[in-house]
């Protein structure tokens, strides 16, 4: 029964007649969605994202470890480098002005070093450490962001499965009232009470009434199908979903938990990051500490004057890069970075007012549907003493048989309207609990 939004929601389904149904597993809506956090494969793919974000921080953090190489070339000039003297450089008489080439140096030179650098301060560097650790946060919002719509998912699909259920159930109970309705006319037509129609009447409704229970016993089953899916597990295993639906209704919506509001103020600390650390890059000047230590060998190959000559070489300083100009390049994304901060601000704007306007739609839903349970549940109760009612007339010789298919269409039509109900029901207090970020609880 349905009572008020505060207390436990129960419906209570018995189903009975579906053979092929019964020896499959029981699976509870708990079991479902905690075997999902394991083998839903969207899920994986979402954990893989967090670890492929905390990868990126510690690469950023990983530019501040000093970096060491190891170079080696070795050089034979063909063609020495020629350079020009000037001639009074050997001889003070000779004329200002006036040069003379000369070629220096050995045809095999070798050079060999390892080469330090390491970053003092760079605000590219720091700028983004900060924002790879803003993304990373953000990364398991959007984690928990897909986490959510899963449990959604199969939620819903958990109780589509329940009301299908249920709707064989009704099904089973008609075809048994129908059944009975027809031996009966077979009988008083063997006793020419009965018309040949009025029995083709009554097995044409057998006929609709195992047709709709087949069809919907397919929709059953995709309906399994797709659960097993977003669980995670075979197709080929056999499971259905117990026989009562439990909801426990929300007291109150608070928008404050809203994930998608969380990572759009995330997303928005992240834009606000990337726009100072392009600020900074556009002033501040780059420290970085070098060193280097290596040798360079001469060799000459021509007897009988041949040598190979190592002479050592090191080094160890400081660089300093300060931006001048770079043709307006950081200016462009500095403006590109505050109009994205710009559509930032107004989507989150949007995305509080239609979670408002999306909660308040399915509060009244919720409401209207609640009711509507209650009234339906009284129209099945009046719909089957009416149907009984004009059994017993029929068999009294002063209901028609069309009286009998009227009522017990009228039993079928508010039997339809109370699982449409108590759906329109559990689909806005799982909206609910969507908007206010706490169907995971």
């Known amino acids: 029964m349905l009572v008020n939004a505060r207390k436990l929601f129960i419906i209570p389904l018995i189903f009975i007649g579906w053979n ?21 494969k969207t899920l994986q793919i979402n954990r893989n994202h967090i670890s492929i974000s905390e990868q990126r921080e510690k690469e950023a953090k990983a530019n501040l470890i000093p970096k060491v190489t190891a170079n080696a070339d070795y050089k034979y000039f063909m063609e020495l480098p020629t350079q020009l003297m000037p001639m009074n450089a050997l001889n003070p008489q000779a004329p200002e002005g006036q040069f003379r080439d000369l070629q220096f140096g050995v045809p095999h030179n070798i050079n060999a070093n390892v080469q330090l650098a390491m970053p003092l301060y760079n ?14 946060k953000l990364t398991l919002l959007q984690f928990q962001k897909s986490e959510e719509q899963v449990l959604y998912d199969i939620t819903m699909l958990y109780y589509n499965a329940q009301i299908l259920k249920h709707q064989l159930d009704f099904l089973e109970s008609n075809m048994l009232n129908t059944q009975k309705l027809l031996k009966n006319m077979e009988l008083l037509k063997k006793q020419l009470l009965a018309k040949g129609t009025d029995v083709s009447k009554v097995k044409l409704q057998t ?8 069809n919907v016993h397919n929709k059953y089953i995709s309906i399994l199908n797709a659960l097993k899916l977003n669980i995670g597990i075979p197709l080929e295993r056999n499971i259905t979903v117990v026989s009562e639906i439990e909801q426990r209704a929300l007291t109150k919506n608070n ?19 990337e726009l100072s650390t392009l600020n900074k890059s556009r002033f501040l000047p780059s420290l970085n500490l070098i060193a280097s230590y290596g040798t360079t060998g001469f060799g000459y190959d021509k007897t009988p004057n041949d040598f190979l000559k190592f002479y ?29 901060i710009s559509n930032n601000e107004l989507q989150a704007q949007l995305i509080g007012d239609k979670n408002k306007m999306e909660t308040e739609n399915a509060l009244r839903q919720r ?19 009416i149907y009984e009612q004009t059994i017993l007339q029929q068999k009294q010789g002063t209901a028609t048989l069309t009286d009998v298919l009227l009522a017990d ?14 759906i ?7 909206e609910l609990k969507k908007l206010a970020g706490t169907i995971k609880n």
Do not use: H, M
């Open 424 to 430: 329109d029901y559990l689909k806005a207090d799982l």
């Open 207 to 214: 006929e609709q009434l195992n047709t709709q229970r087949e």
């Open 20 to 40: 092929t149904v019964q020896a499959q597993e029981v699976w509870t809506l708990k079991q479902c969605t905690d075997t999902a956090q394991v083998y839903n």
């Open 123 to 136: 605000p590219q560097v720091y700028g983004v450490i900060e924002n790879t650790k803003i993304a990373n």
């Open 312 to 340: 050592p070489i090191g080094f160890a300083g400081l660089q300093l890069t300060y931006p001048l100009f770079n043709g307006t390049v950081t200016q462009r994304k500095i403006n590109q970075k505050k109009l994205e």
């Open 409 to 422: 269409n009228t039993l079928r039509e508010a039997q339809q309207n109370y699982l449409s109900a108590v």
């Open 255 to 273: 928008v404050e938990n809203i994930l998608d509001l969380k990572i759009i103020q995330t997303q928005n600390k992240l834009l606000n990051s």
């Open 367 to 385: 409401t209207i549907a609640q009711q509507t349970v209650i009234n339906t549940e009284n129209q099945i109760t009046l719909a089957q003493s």
